[in-house]
């Protein structure tokens, strides 16, 4: 009986080439997923959908560590030894394609582990949503595909990079056309997905063909370099068929109705937010008083705080409790956190925002290139300086985007200074009196002054 052996060196070689490609694979997945955290973390939907970014670089080492083992006939120019032999192309090339693609599968799974460790200890919303992840593991073997064709074609000693670029171009081909084109279409060809998943899904009928498509594309490139002709024709069929399909729905998303829905709770203070920031609802309502507590006893019983002010239209349009009547609607914007986890909120940023809801958004007209505001506008500017200094923030306009920098005003307007000074100067009981008597003022931007 004659038996063959395995040469050590043979296996030594393919487990540190799947060690390889599963490490880097899996450490570019996390590094780049993790530069979105803000978005993910903590939030299951956009948590699904964030794993296909490990795809953008993935498929670029994928593809090179595919090259590199299939050129390696033609680089050690022993590939006419094989042409001779009786060993058939899926013989020669099937252990390194085999190792490479278990080596890309393991490293996205430990990609997906990583974002779900992450996300479960502050899973806020939502559930796992496994086909938002399949395009990921499908996305491997349309790269082992691109590998194998540049191995087999491209001059050996360039072909890993060769196809470590083809990923990279085409990524980049996509996105630019849809950028010139002005819309969201062909980017739906590709494992990743940008559109956040707060209030907007994604068709299941775009995920399973953008699956299906990966893995026809994969077998037709893989089956077209190992001379399997009926294969490759079958599935490139496939990849057809999964193609028009995506065409039909391709830039299509749909609304989550129940995420537009107003949650709103009794005072006090009344708030409302949408039901995509439920979770929130607590914690908004618990600063909303720490901060109303700084106006020394005002009575805003009457007033309720909104999240936004569409919530006010949607919550009509939309199921759940209605926006309940009052004096007045302030909104207060939620103010999440840009670095992980999302879906929480700045406890440092959020007295800004509600100053400016208070006391500045009723003037949004007033001016900040120094000429002399409304009488009404220089009350909010002198409330809200005031406000950002007795809370230790910025005045210069870095609280968020698109605030109005105070110290400017104050340091180019007199009055303004002035006013800011004798309101400063008033005794705590002073102020609340003042705010008691001004409050319908100061939220129409009323002449409080």
Excluded at 91 to 115: F, N
Excluded at 116 to 127: C, K
Excluded at 417 to 429: I, K, Q
């Amino acid at each position: 009986m004659i038996t063959m052996r395995v040469p050590h060196g043979f296996i030594r070689g393919r487990i540190a080439l799947f060690a390889g490609v599963s490490v880097l694979v899996a450490l570019q997945g996390v590094a780049t997923i993790s530069e979105r955290s803000e978005r993910w973390v903590g939030h299951w939907p956009n948590t699904s959908a964030t794993v296909g970014w490990a795809a953008l670089w993935g498929s670029c080492l994928i593809a090179a560590a595919t090259a590199w083992t299939v050129a390696a006939p033609r680089r050690g120019r022993y590939e006419h030894l094989l042409a001779t032999s009786s060993r058939t192309r899926l013989r020669v090339y099937a252990p390194g394609l085999v190792t490479v693609l278990c080596g890309g599968l393991a490293g996205y799974l430990a990609d997906i582990a990583y974002v779900a460790i992450r996300t479960a200890p502050e899973a806020v919303s939502g559930h796992a949503d496994i086909l938002e992840m399949l395009p990921l593991p499908a996305s491997a073997l349309a790269a082992v595909g691109t590998g194998a064709v540049c191995g087999r074609f491209v001059p050996p000693l360039l072909a890993p990079v060769v196809a470590a670029v083809v990923p990279y171009i085409a990524y980049m081909w996509v996105v630019y056309t849809d950028v010139y084109t002005d819309n969201l279409f062909f980017q739906d060809l590709l494992p990743m997905d940008d559109t956040p998943r707060d209030y907007l899904t994604v068709p299941a009928e775009l995920l399973v063909s953008k699956t299906i498509l990966a893995l026809a594309v994969g077998v037709a490139l893989l089956a077209w370099t190992l001379a399997a002709g009926r294969t490759a024709y079958g599935s490139a069929v496939v990849a057809g068929f999964a193609l028009a399909a995506m065409f039909t729905v391709a830039g299509a998303r749909a609304d989550l109705p129940s995420a537009y829905a107003a949650v709103c709770t009794d005072g006090p203070p009344r708030t409302c937010v949408d039901r995509a920031h439920e979770h929130l609802a607590d914690e908004y309502r618990r600063l909303l008083t720490s901060g109303i507590a700084r106006l020394d006893g005002v009575d805003l019983t009457d007033v309720t705080f909104v999240q936004s002010a569409e919530l006010l239209p949607n919550s009509a349009k939309f199921a759940g409790r209605p926006v309940p009547a009052g004096s007045g609607f302030v909104v207060v914007p939620l103010a999440e956190h840009f670095t992980m986890p999302a879906h929480s909120i700045d406890e440092r940023a959020f007295p800004a925002y509600l100053g400016t809801g208070l006391f500045f958004a009723p003037c949004v007209a007033a001016t900040t290139d120094g000429s002399a505001p409304p009488p009404g506008q220089r009350t909010a500017v002198l409330l809200y300086h005031w406000w950002l200094t007795v809370n230790g923030l910025p005045t210069g306009g870095g609280n968020f985007p698109g605030e109005v920098a105070t110290a400017a005003i104050v340091a180019d307007d007199q009055k303004v200074a002035e006013g800011v000074a004798r309101f400063t100067a008033m005794s705590g009981a002073e102020r609340g009196q003042w705010f008691s008597q001004h409050k319908r003022d100061i939220l129409t931007c009323g002449t409080a002054a």
